[in-house]
């Protein structure tokens, strides 16, 4: 990938992981999100928030999916 498309596309989850987690938190106090995985036809994105910090993975999907 080309350095502007990952933060680019670092900007994007950040701001989509912090809206779920806002969203799951709303419907239920008690649960939290613990991964957000989303899948493209050219990437697979893992996003883990944390406290500290924001783990994201971002991968080539398997091509039997």
Same mark, same amino acid.
């Given at each position: 990938?080309?350095?502007?498309?990952v933060?680019?596309?670092?900007?994007?989850?950040?701001?989509?992981?912090?809206?779920?987690?806002?969203?799951v938190?709303?419907m &239920?106090?008690?649960?939290?999100l613990?991964?957000?995985?989303?899948? $493209?036809?050219? %990437?697979?994105?893992?996003?883990?928030? &944390?406290?500290?910090?924001?783990?994201?993975?971002?991968?080539?999907? $398997?091509?039997? %999916?």
């Amino acid at each position: 990938l080309k350095f502007f498309t990952v933060f680019a596309v670092f900007g994007v989850d950040i701001l989509l992981c912090l809206t779920a987690k806002a969203t799951v938190q709303s419907m &239920d106090p008690t649960n939290e999100l613990l991964y957000l995985r989303v899948t $493209s036809r050219r %990437h697979e994105i893992l996003v883990a928030p &944390d406290d500290d910090f924001v783990l994201i993975v971002m991968q080539n999907p $398997s091509p039997d %999916h």
